[in-house]
T-cell receptor, first 117, second 112 residues
Framework: GAVVSQHPSRVICKSGTSVKIECRSL??????MFWYRQFPKKSLMLMAT?????????EQGVEKDKFLINHASLTLSTLTVTSAHPEDSSFYIC?????????????FGPGTRLLVL | AQSVTQPDIHITVSEGASLELRCNYS??????LFWYVQSPGQGLQLLLK??????LVQGIKGFEAEFKRSQSSFNLRKPSVHWSDAAEYFC??????????FGKGTSLLVTP
C-alpha cells in the first residue's frame, strides 16, 4: 500500500516550453501533496504544498507563476513548469500525505528528472 | 524553528559491519521523526517513523532507530550492513500532515 507514482520519470525539453509533471497516489486519497526539488547531492527543498480543491501554498522564493500547481482530485496533483529555462533543470519529487489519522506519513514518488536544453 | 542535523555527510562501512547514522533535531513540540532512504535517481522510501510510545522503532530492511528526547536524537542503526544498503539516508522531522524538514543527508558507502 501507500504507493505514489510520478509521470514522466524523465523529460527533456527546449528552453521556453512548458512541462507538466503528474503525481498520483495510487491506493489512497491524499488531501495534501507536496512538491520538492532536489539538486545533485543535496537535500530536498520544499517548493509548495498542494491541497485538494484550493490554491497551493508556495515557499518563499518559489515563483508561483512559473511553477503552476493544480490539485484537482484526491489522487492527482500536477506541477507545470512554464517557460522552462536551463536553470529549472532538476529532480522534482512529489509526496502525498496518507495513513491513519494521527499517524499521517508522507509517501514519496520516484521523482522526475527534468533537463531543459 | 524546526531543524534537522545529520553530522556525517559520508560514512563508509564494510559489508557485515554494524551501522549507526546520526540525526539530531530541533523542534518546539512533540517531534514526529522519520528516516527515508534514497537510491541514485530514485524517490525516497520510508524506512521507519516515530510518533509516540516505544522509543525503539523497528523499520524495514532490518533497520531500527532510537528516539532519545534528552539528547534530541533519532539515530538509525543496522546490526549488519549489506552491499544493497549503499544509498543516501535522510532524517526528517515535522508535524503530521505538513511538509517535512529534512536533514542534508548521509551518503553510505559499503565496501566488500
Amino acid at each position: 500500500g501507500a504507493v505514489v507514482s510520478q509521470h514522466p520519470s524523465r523529460v527533456i525539453c527546449k528552453s521556453g516550453t512548458s512541462v507538466k509533471i503528474e503525481c498520483r497516489s495510487l491506493d489512497f486519497q491524499a488531501t495534501t501533496m507536496f512538491w520538492y526539488r532536489q539538486f545533485p547531492k543535496k537535500s530536498l527543498m520544499l517548493m509548495a504544498t498542494s491541497n485538494e480543491g484550493s490554491k497551493a501554498t508556495y515557499e518563499q522564493g518559489v515563483e508561483k507563476d512559473k511553477f503552476l500547481i493544480n490539485h484537482a482530485s484526491l489522487t492527482l496533483s500536477t506541477l507545470t513548469v512554464t517557460s522552462a529555462h536551463p536553470e529549472d533543470s532538476s529532480f522534482y519529487i512529489c509526496s502525498a500525505s496518507g495513513g491513519v489519522i494521527g499517524e499521517e506519513t508522507q509517501y514519496f514518488g520516484p521523482g522526475t528528472r527534468l533537463l531543459v536544453l | 524553528a524546526q531543524s534537522v542535523t545529520q553530522p556525517d555527510i559520508h560514512i563508509t562501512v564494510s559489508e557485515g559491519a554494524s551501522l549507526e547514522l546520526r540525526c539530531n533535531y530541533s523542534y518546539g513540540a512533540t517531534p514526529y521523526l522519520f528516516w527515508y532512504v534514497q537510491s541514485p535517481g530514485q524517490g525516497l522510501q520510508l524506512l521507519l517513523k516515530y510518533f509516540s510510545g516505544d522509543t525503539l522503532v523497528q523499520g524495514i530492511k532490518g533497520f531500527e532507530a532510537e528516539f532519545k528526547r534528552s539528547q534530541s536524537s533519532f539515530n538509525l542503526r543496522k546490526p549488519s550492513v549489506h552491499w544493497s544498503d549503499a544509498a543516501e539516508y535522510f532524517c526528517a522531522v515535522g508535524p503530521l500532515g505538513y511538509a517535512l524538514n529534512f536533514g542534508k543527508g548521509t551518503s553510505l558507502l559499503v565496501t566488500p
